[in-house]
């Protein structure tokens, strides 16, 4: 019983991984950009949401509606302002850009809320349980789950019926003739950061009242988000979903077996599927 | 050579000069024990250090196009075989060094097997997933402490000289030697046939791929030549610490981070810039290292500033202006007005 | 007279330090058909790529509808009304035909050109509406191409080597479909190596030689020896 309790779980954990992977797959996808300050943007939607639900009282769900436009607007203004600039067939510069805007964030977490651990507070939401067949499942956990289904499943609607989407799909197979069809590749792309932050907004809430965060663990979110995305396969999002949950089982069966193993194990997941299946286990575009 | 009126040379007057107060200034710097304080000779040796590192991630990012952010995987893994073969198997530091680089490259050997896998800017994260793997590897080994790490024993300590003035100018000297070593074999690297073929990658991979250039092989070379480079100079780290630990030995800030801003900033793909970098570096390190995380961020915009304006950095801009080249690479070829038949 | 809708003055082309055009100067009036041809490398493509704003030139090279658009990104110039049906076609493989289609149309221009009488005019395409643009037939993939470009409606229309690659039956009933295409009150640019058919579907002639125009006339009136000499550059 442990042991299905433990996979079920780490299944419900890889919605949160999922939710942390949605957004680089997505702006992977349409301008094959690799954002290394994903994880600390992430962690800086989190701290968002404390400085949102200190001030106002707000539960921390609630605060979702002020966080997420605001990390939208920020991925916008980020696109526009600066990544856009990076973009070519040289991936120097958007590597060394994105990394030196990850340790700016950090950086400039630290020196706003310090060092010292922090977390949202959810009140009942987050002990509360459902018995289901003997296993006791925390609600959050369920919610955390459900609505990385919902994000994906939104993504992937917004990619395959929106004018917005079909965008997306035309730049990312020919920017040239895209512009061609009067779309400005840049604005496309602020909207698709705008949309991956907004995703990277849910996320670092749920990250924030499921765990205590402080501004160093943004490297850790990051790779986590990365895994799903290969364990699943590029720019496939519902292999991202497959991943993040390959990924979430690994870590809390690791821990199972020994508590400081637990990230260790989805590591080494993590490497035997790039081992054994370099393009992930469900590819749809090649890097 | 003169050929048809043309003449081929590789050195230049800069460089014939460059090397010339190179000569002298290395002179000097081994000289440094005599003249230097203990705090000035520690601050030289920690310069030294990271300008090996920023050489190797240079010749990788800047020349092989390998992205890596995950270096501190090789500094940590070099450390902790300091400490694992001269406390476990009664080495001699200085031979332990050599062996943890001996060492760096056969694990890298497998490890890159793997993330070679990942193109791009997904090996840059891949590199950080192996760094990662080996952090929590290492914590996981109690006879070198855990999760907290352990220290230098005092016996192996004394085994590397008998006065505490010995072991620092020694561990200066092996410093001195590594950056020296470190700047050769890159030099020599990229002179060589297969440095050669790295540069033609780096300017364009599909015609050096037409021209038969086996860009994964050549790829390999460099990326098991920095690991075992790198954890030779990560074995030298903490000989210099005497303290080791996962969180100090792997961290991404200090090995990669700094690094990567050093490069950058000097000027990525030449083998002056980190040079440059490293001392512009130190510089900024003296003036703002109070400020702590302000000093960072502002090294984190300085970098992102040079990535889109200047993206050949500081190097780059002077080389541009005034035509240096202090390590020549390539051959130029100039007019020679003698007029011959 | 009819006004002129666009103007190309002095227009010169780079790619890096190779130059592709030198000083050209054209001019399409206003409902016209005008027909560009010239030897591979001529620089046909490259005009092409210019006007429509691929390729970013100076400011006053190219006038339309006595506006400057030579420094515009392609994406302003579409909104302008100018659309491009590219050598090759290059339909986005992501989209299905009717996206394909709809994209072109984003652009938000009205006008005579929508789903339905785009799909009057070359049916198939509606039949085939929901598979992917890949596994259509070239013929197939060039009405989605051209459908493409008149679903924003523009006020000009230019076809890049419009038959290049298509087998010979196909390429008849593009011609046949032009007409009909082109009477909506559009000018168009047709630039084709074809030199029979581009002369007979145009009013006036152009022909490119290493960047330049080597020769420029009425369709109807301009010699056999003239177009040759103009061609391949023999006296």
Known sequence: MDWINALVQG???????ALFAAGLSLIFGVMRLVNIAHGDLIVLAAFLGLTVTTATGMHPLLALIVVVPLMAALGYALQRGLLNQTLGDDILPPLLVTFGLSVILQNGLLEIY????????????????????????????????????LVIWGLQWTFYHTPLGRSFRAVSDNQDIAQLMGINRRHVFGLAMALALGVTAIAGILLGIRTSFDPSIGGGRLIFGFEAVIIGGLGNLWGTLAGGVILGVAQTIGAKIDPGWQILAGHIVFLLILAVRPNGLFPRISA | MIVNGYTVTRATPAARVAAMLGAITLALLVAAPWWAGRADLRQLGELFLYLSLASLWNLMAGYAGLVSVGQQAYVGFGGYMLFALT????????????????????????????????????????????????????????????GSGSSLPVGIVKSLAASRQGREWLSYWLALGAAVLVILVVHLFLRSRRGLALTAIRDNELAAGSLGIDIWRTKFAVYVLTAALTSIIGALIFLQKLRISPDAAFSVNDWTAFVIFIVVIGGIGTIEG??????????????????????????????????????????????????????PLGYRVSRTDNKEP | MPDTILELHGLDAHYGDFQALYGIDLHVTEGEVLAIIGSNGAGKTTMMRSISGLLSNRRDQIRYRGGAIGSLRADEVALKGIALVPEGRQLFPSLSVEENLLIGGQVGRQGHWDLKTLYDLFPILEERRNVPSTSLSGGQQQMVAIGRALMSNPDLILFDEISLGLAPVIIKDIYAALPGIISQGMSAVIVEQDISKALSVSSRVYCLQEGRVSLEGASDTVSREEISRAYFGID
Request: avoid cysteine; aromatic fraction near 10%.
């Open chain 1, 11 to 17: 299944i419900l954990l890889g919605g949160l991984y």
């Open chain 2, 274 to 327: 980190p040079i440059i970098g490293t001392l512009i570096f130190f510089a900024l390190r003296e003036t703002l290292a109070d400020l702590g995380t302000i000093y960072l961020m502002v090294l984190g915009a300085v970098a992102i500033l040079v990535m889109l304006k200047a993206p050949r950095g500081v190097w780059g801009f002077i080389r541009d202006r005034y035509d240096l080249n202090l390590f």
């Open chain 2, 87 to 146: 406390m476990f198997a009664g080495f001699q530091p200085v031979v332990a060094i050599a062996a943890a680089g001996l060492l760096g490259a056969l694990i890298s050997v497998p490890v890159a097997a793997l993330i070679f896998r990942l193109r791009g800017a997904y090996f840059a994260i891949g590199t950080w997933v192996i760094a990662e793997v080996f952090r929590l590897s290492f914590a996981q080994v109690s006879a070198l402490g855990g």
């Open chain 1, 114 to 149: 310090s060092a010292d651990p922090q977390k949202l507070n959810a009140g009942g939401l987050e002990t509360a349980s459902v018995p289901v067949a003997g296993l006791s499942l925390g609600v959050l956990p369920l919610l955390t789950f459900a609505i990385a289904v």
